[in-house]
């Protein structure tokens, strides 16, 4: 082991650097990004107001901390997302299950799953409004919606991929359906869960965001949308810059908390973090 | 299921038929036609006995293995576990494969463990046996390893006691070195005569390695090219325990000689069909 080790320590010291000079350039970036927003809104190339100082941002978001009705908003906008993307998650992988392991159903269902996966999921609002009201219902089912379909997709092909052994293992030993699904499928299938799970949710946010702000009373979206018609461009930017963060943030805790049982280095591909 | 660890298995009853086949027959339909991959196939396995199927590819050596371990029910005729017949799945006949069959996501002691803990068995219990077969393949020290971590040798041995870990009456292992290199296979190979002396394990190996199937059985069963019959069966006295340096004995020779001469024309045979079907294509 200690050999391994030592063969590896040249490469890896060059990993290190090399994110060493990707964090100094993601600084610059970073600064240089900053500058160039306060030249743009210094400059009166545009309509006043529309690319505020990022004082005038700062402030925003020291009135938004300062304000109850804040944090009522957050907290609807978050429950919505997390419910829908339970919701939407759980019933993707049962879904993506049974299309991957009953041949018949897949051939049927999947190629509708599938040219339905590529539509804006926004169409499905008027219905989901009729059948839900304006409340957070039509919020969740819409945020369930869009991401049910990447779990779904993501679920019935990793099934197929299953290395054909691990069932007949579960075969010969006289399986029952359950301990099959338990024992086999879901753990095998782990990694394309984990891939729905992260594209899941930011998805899901968007589903929820996006219902938010075409018709409700509450929520981050909804917010956001009265600043604007406001025109209080800062607070509305200082919106926006908060739901960055929660769909980010959301992204990163999945891919760190949802470590793959294995030797290390098996963790998710998408968007892997740091 | 008793409660004896599988090592103190007691070595008694040698000789008594365990599995029967009795004049089993299995076609397939393909596009090309009927083929008739096993015809007419009886053969008793006694207690405790290992014993060999060799032929060449195409033989229907596989298709006669699952349908002992039940993975093809499909079949005529009938194959008698103790005077039971078997038709399907069942824990009392054991499959290791040819193929890497070990889970990923479960650390070697776990994957041993895994027949026992779909089957209920306390969570001490089930380690502390899978401990013991761990240490019966000569995997101790390496409970906490996942596969990836180890080598292909290390990880059949792993299927290897997994499949011991229910206790079979009966071990069936299709071609379980083909895809090891052949210093791996050789030295795995006395392992498994190493444990099968151990257990007295009535054995069933599917194999097209000669010297592996001389080395290991008590008798090598020579199967001719579709449809798959048994040719020939070639009694192995070789001494008990064997060992791979008994390869380079004149008698170990006469053996291989004796299984090839045979086997020769039934893989030739097989290659002139292969090759024929390469040209129709």
Wanted: charged letters at 20%; proline letters at 5%; aromatic letters at 8%.
């Amino acid at each position: 082991m200690v050999a391994v080790g030592q063969m590896n320590d040249a490469p890896r010291r060059r990993r290190l650097r090399i994110s060493n000079s990707v964090t100094t350039y993601r600084v610059v970036a970073l600064v240089l990004l900053f500058a160039l927003w306060e030249i743009a809104g210094a400059s009166g190339l545009f309509f006043r107001g529309v690319i505020p100082s990022t004082v005038l941002i700062a402030q925003a978001f020291v009135r938004l901390f300062g304000d109850p009705a804040f944090y009522t908003h957050f907290g609807i906008t978050l429950f919505e997302i997390v419910v829908g993307f339970v919701i939407g998650s759980s019933l993707g992988v049962v879904v993506g299950l049974a299309l991957g392991i009953n041949r018949y159903t897949g051939e049927v269902f999947e190629p509708m799953l599938n040219y339905l996966a590529s539509t804006p999921k926004v169409v499905f609002l008027p219905i989901l409004l009729i059948l839900f009201g304006i409340g957070v219902g039509s919020k969740i089912s819409l945020g369930a919606i869009s991401c049910f379909f990447p779990m779904a997709l993501s679920v019935a092909a990793g099934v197929r991929t299953i290395n054909p052994m691990f069932l007949r293992v579960g075969q010969s030993l006289n399986l029952s359906f359950g301990h099959r699904i338990r024992n086999i499928y879901i753990p095998a299938l782990l990694p394309p869960i984990a891939t729905g799970l992260r594209l899941g949710f930011g998805i899901a946010t968007v589903g929820c965001l996006m219902s938010e702000i075409k018709l409700s009373n509450h929520g981050l979206g909804y917010a956001a949308m009265q600043a604007y018609n406001r025109f209080d461009i800062p607070t509305m930017l200082a919106l926006l810059l908060i739901i960055f963060t929660l769909a980010g943030l959301g992204n990163y805790l999945i891919g760190r908390f949802v470590r793959l049982p294995g030797p290390t280095n098996r963790r998710t591909t998408v968007l892997p973090p740091r | 299921m008793n409660d004896t660890v599988v090592i103190d298995t007691p070595s008694t009853a040698v000789g008594l038929p365990t599995l029967r086949i009795d004049r089993v027959t299995k076609s397939f339909q393909t596009a090309k036609g009927k083929i008739t991959a096993v015809d007419d196939v009886s053969l008793d396995i006694r207690q405790g006995e290992f014993i060999s199927i060799i032929g060449p590819s195409g033989c229907g050596k596989s298709t006669l293995m699952n349908m002992v371990g039940g993975l093809i029910a499909d079949f005529d005729g009938q194959i008698l576990l103790d005077g039971k017949a078997v038709r399907g799945c069942q824990p009392s006949i054991g499959m290791v494969f040819q193929e890497e069959s070990t889970f990923p996501w479960r650390t070697a002691i776990e994957n041993v463990a895994f027949p026992l803990e779909a089957a209920g068995m306390a969570r001490d219990k089930r380690v502390a046996r899978a401990r013991d077969l761990l240490d019966l393949v000569g995997l101790t020290g390496f409970e906490n390893h996942y596969p990836a971590e180890l080598s292909g040798g290390m990880r059949q041995r792993i299927a290897i006691a997994r499949t011991l870990a229910f206790e079979p009456r009966v071990l069936l292992m299709d071609e379980p070195f083909a895809a090891l290199d052949e210093q791996t296979r050789l030295l795995l190979g006395d392992k498994v005569v190493q444990i099968q002396q151990q257990l007295r394990q009535t054995t069933m190996l599917i194999t097209h390695n000669i010297s592996e199937a001389v080395q290991l059985s008590d008798r090598v069963l020579i199967m001719t090219f579709r449809p798959g019959r048994i040719k020939r069966v070639v009694d192995i006295d070789l001494p008990r325990p064997r060992s791979s340096e008994m390869m380079g004995s004149e008698k170990f020779a006469k053996y291989v000689a004796e299984v090839w001469n045979d086997l020769r024309e039934e893989a030739s045979k097989g290659l002139r069909e292969s090759e024929a079907a390469a040209g129709a294509r």
